[in-house]
């Protein structure tokens, strides 16, 4: 778990030097943000139907940018073989694995972070139960991360990455996506945890399956 | 001397090709290889099984009595590698690299910095040690990348063709450093096209071609430089167009 941590350190550390994965999701996220509050303009003013349209948006908005920044997420270990220089290191490849999973969420909660806010002034929305919309989100970006994560290093060394990615992404996470948006769309509009239990169950559980099937995997995805 | 590195019957095919065919080799600890051969002989498959990188088809590795298949993480903190590649994150700096490399290699936090600076201060680094290894010159990654090999003090240093890209100088001062940094009882092993270095600095020479060691000679069995070339395109010639071979 050390090592896994200092994996995600050093990615994190990366990033934030060069950006090139947190620019580029926080303007797609916030292109896709102003652009359907354009769209939904007539209906703004209507709560009713701004609480139907709001969980879709957001989610449309978080699975996008995650996909456009997992497509880069293995990208810096391609040059000068850094991923060949950490296969050789003495460590389990899980860890490699975890490690990239943590820097993935957490470039994604940041990401996250910052739109909320911005769609909530966009779509002149007042969000109840801040805790269940937090723990919706956490889980259902856990789960997209942990299958994304995987995806991704399946995908970096192969020459159209950008198109494989969403291709083996999108359909996996459906399952996850699904109770995401109901979780966020009950929680935006009467604000209990109690009443999103079960779709919490099946994020727990997706994310519990994915978490433990990419570690069991990852070794085979990065095998030369 | 002991055999640091055994390996028997040793096999790997990609598909349907064959990339090493039964190889059977013993290496001593402290001896420097070389080995040469023509692109595709199976150089860099057999440094990579060594490094458990990949798993060979069939046969066995063994590396200080342990076996590789069984074990690869150990054989791993005994390996450190040198290629073409540096290994290192251009956005990071040379500092950071190393303390990177050197806690996936178990260094103990309380220690790292010291030996951090004691191995950029052996490759000359030390002045440039916060500067980010994407601003060096070829040369230089070169030798930030023997200090990342060495960090943790390797029984084993296995190089794929570590000259890709420098030119004579900085060549030259990679060899100096890499024969001054690390241990002297050091096993090194070495994938070359470059003859006359490999001739100056190694102690035992491999022909390899099409999956098969075709030559095993230590230096003080050979003539010269010019005897070893011949020897060499004797082997390749015949079945290829002798690619590889380098004066330079």
């Given amino acids: 778990m050390k090592k896994s941590l200092y994996i995600a350190a050093k990615d994190l550390k990366y990033e934030f030097r060069t950006k090139q994965m947190l620019n580029s999701m926080l303007i797609f996220s916030l292109i896709v943000i102003v652009i359907f509050s354009i769209s939904f303009v007539d209906v703004l003013s209507q709560t009713e139907l701004v609480g139907k349209l709001a969980p879709g948006v957001l989610w449309v908005a978080f699975t996008f940018a995650g996909t456009l920044g997992l497509s880069r997420s293995f990208a810096g270990e391609m040059e000068n073989g850094c991923l060949e220089g950490l296969k050789l290191s003495p460590i389990d490849r899980s860890s490699i694995y975890i490690g990239k999973t943590i820097s993935n969420a957490v470039l994604m909660f940041i990401v996250e972070l910052l739109t909320i806010p911005i769609f909530i002034v966009l779509f002149n929305y007042n969000i109840s139960g801040i805790p269940g919309l937090a723990l919706v989100i956490f889980l259902g970006t856990f789960g997209f991360v942990s299958v994304g994560t995987l995806l991704s290093a399946l995908s970096a060394s192969t020459r159209a990455r950008e198109i494989m990615l969403p291709v083996l992404l999108l359909p996996l996470i459906i399952p996850v996506i699904i109770p995401a948006v109901m979780a966020t769309g009950t929680i935006l509009t009467d604000g209990g945890i109690s009443s999103i239990s079960s779709e919490l169950r099946l994020l727990i559980v997706y994310d519990l399956i994915f978490f433990v099937v990419g570690q069991l995997v990852f070794e085979y995805t990065v095998m030369d | ?248």
């Fill in chain 2, 1 to 248: 001397m002991d055999s640091i590195i055994s390996i028997t019957g040793l096999s790997k095919s990609f598909g349907r090709r064959q990339a090493l065919n039964n190889i059977d080799l013993e290496i001593k600890k402290g001896e420097f290889v070389a080995v040469f051969g023509p692109n595709g002989a199976g150089k860099t498959t057999i440094l990579k099984i060594m490094s458990t990188i990949i798993n060979p088809s069939r046969g066995s590795v063994l590396v200080n009595e342990i076996d590789a298949k069984k074990h690869p993480e150990k054989i791993r903190g005994m390996i450190g590698a040198i290629s073409h590649e540096t290994y290192l994150y251009d956005e990071l700096t040379a500092r950071e690299n190393l303390v990177f490399f050197g806690r996936m290699y178990g260094i103990e936090n309380n220690n790292i910095d010291e030996k951090v600076d004691s191995i950029l201060k052996s490759v000359n680094l030390l002045q440039r040690a916060d500067e980010r290894a994407g601003s060096f010159s070829r040369g230089m990654k070169q030798r930030l990348s023997i200090a990342r090999a060495l960090l943790h003090k390797p029984e084993i240093l296995l190089m794929d063709e570590p000259y890709t890209g420098l030119d004579q100088h900085a060549a030259a001062n990679f060899e100096r450093v890499l024969m001054s940094t690390g241990d002297s009882d050091v096993t090194r092993i070495m994938i070359t096209h470059n003859i006359e270095r490999a001739f100056e600095l190694c102690d035992r020479m491999l022909i390899m071609d099409k999956g098969e060691i075709r030559f095993d000679k230590l230096k003080t069995e050979i003539e010269s430089v010019d005897d070893f070339r011949e020897q060499y395109l004797s082997i390749v010639e015949k079945d290829t167009d002798a690619e590889g071979i380098s004066n330079v």
